[in-house]
């Protein structure tokens, strides 16, 4: 089940909401994050405690940000009360789902981090979005230019997809790495075996069951 909402859209508009602070906006996007993971935790997705939240637990970080709400709208939150007291409450949860969510949380927390420059990255985002506004409808409505909102998405989209691809090159070193050890082992008639770190350490090799019993 995907969501219907586009959360994403509220979270771009979070981002780049200019009534609340850096720093509110991090600590919100934090609490965002937690709430979500949460939900797909092992242990805690299973408790119904954590799918029903108190509204005045988290009001002071969520407040600050009016989209933050509309973003766990989207997620499947809905406003109820429970006992006096307002709760968001989530019935269905699609681990899919959440794991986008919070792929996209996870960058939206690295575009307000102070430790970030964000101007520059909008700088850089300027200079590829010159490259990808042709085959973007709404670029090209509004003359090739895109919108704030857009810049911010296409951002969060960028960062995923150099997330993805830093995986693939490490996935592909790890098995090239394996490959070239296979390939030596089979072809070097000098190659033999090193002690492993712990053996070398240690001092002393270690041994097998055979080494120690002889064969049977």
């Known amino acids: 089940m995907s969501l219907p909402n586009a959360p994403g859209t509220h979270l771009q508009n979070l981002i780049l909401d200019d009534k609340s ?9 934090k609490t965002l994050r937690i709430l979500l993971k949460n939900l797909i935790d092992p242990i805690k997705g299973s408790d119904p405690k954590y799918r029903h939240i108190k509204l005045a637990k ?14 766990l709208h989207a997620i499947g939150f809905e406003l109820a009360e429970e006992d006096g007291e307002d709760i968001l409450r989530i019935s269905q949860v699609s681990s899919n789902d959440i794991q986008a969510s919070l792929f996209e949380l ?5 575009m307000v981090s102070p430790n970030d420059n964000v101007e520059e990255k909008k700088s ?17 409505s509004t003359g090739g230019r895109m919108s704030e909102k857009q810049k911010a998405r296409l951002l969060i989209e960028k960062k995923r997809t150099e997330e993805m691809e830093e995986a693939k090159r ?11 050890d296979k390939y030596v082992r089979e072809n070097d008639e000098n190659w033999t075996s090193k002690q492993s770190a712990a053996c070398v350490k240690s001092g002393s090799g270690i041994s097998t069951f055979r080494d120690t019993y002889g064969e049977h």
């Open 106 to 110: 996870n960058a939206a927390i690295e």
């Open 124 to 140: 850089d985002l300027n200079r590829t979005s010159s490259t990808l506004s042709a085959s973007s409808s709404a670029g090209s």
């Open 58 to 71: 988290v009001a002071s970080r969520l407040d600050p940000c009016p989209s933050s709400m509309e973003y």
């Open 21 to 29: 602070t850096p720093s509110q906006k991090l600590s919100c996007l």
């Open 170 to 180: 490490a996935r592909q070193k790890t098995r090239d790495q394996i490959r070239q």
